[in-house]
């Protein structure tokens, strides 16, 4: 069996991932489209996004709390370990920053914001993703809050004179696989009778949750390996923000 990872770090390498994964590579897509100058990412993950934006900047600071086994790094790209916020960096540093699944884990949002604000220089943008509090089909014990699109602008707009909201929406294939996950994620939650989902504290929950998602998302993939392995970047787009969006997509201008 393959090495059983937390759900929190999706990998190009697992294919019972394809289905966020995807979605995830577009947006660093859209954002390579944005960015030019010195540009910021909080947030490394496991580093497939370094790829696809960097040649876009002229220089490229990627930032992670934890050290991700990158390859060798592009000239222009550099990495920084560093826990948010703050944000170790001078005023107007950069002339993008793009965070993506990021702020949904940081307690102090308004903090993190403000930060990022302080960081860009005159007309940067602030790219950044994170889930859609509708779409989500069980509690993540992972995330410290997950936003309805009108609290995410709320939060944005008191750091930003400008916001656009977006959302990542998904074709039909996307949908067929959304649905058969959220019956299999309801099979799993019938036998958690006493809703201790919602009553235990997040920290005891995560190592079950990480274990339960990766099973399912694996006996997804096994049941429907077709389905699951043909989902590419092009079955998910950048649309006006619903409640169907998997995905908040916004860009804020300083």
Known sequence: MAKMQSAERV??????????????????????ERV????LEIGTGMGYG?????????????????????????????FRQMQVPPIGFE???????ISFQVIE????????????????RRGG??????????????????????????????????HFSQVECYGVEGNAKVMEYYEANRRSVERIARWDILDLQHRL?????????DVLNRINRRRLLKKNRELTSSIAMDDYRIAEVSER????FFVARK
């Open 11 to 32: 990998s190009a390498n697992d294919l019972s991932d394809n289905f966020v994964y995807q979605r995830s590579v577009l947006a660093y897509k859209r954002a390579a």
């Open 36 to 39: 030019s100058g010195e540009v």
């Open 50 to 78: 370094i790829e696809v934006v960097a040649p876009a900047a002229a220089s490229y600071t990627t930032i992670d709390k934890s050290v991700p086994q990158l390859v060798e790094l592009p000239a222009n790209v550099t």
């Open 91 to 97: 005023n107007e540093s950069f002339d993008y920053v």
């Open 105 to 120: 884990h940081i307690k102090a949002d308004e903090a993190f914001v403000a930060e990022v604000a302080r960081v860009l």
């Open 125 to 158: 943008e602030f790219i950044v993703t994170t889930p859609n509090a509708p779409m989500s089909l069980t509690r993540n014990p992972w995330h410290v809050r997950e936003y309805r699109a009108e609290e995410l602008k709320a939060l944005l707009e008191r």
């Open 201 to 209: 504290p997040a920290w005891c929950l995560r190592l079950p949750y």
């Open 245 to 248: 969006s998997f995905d908040l």
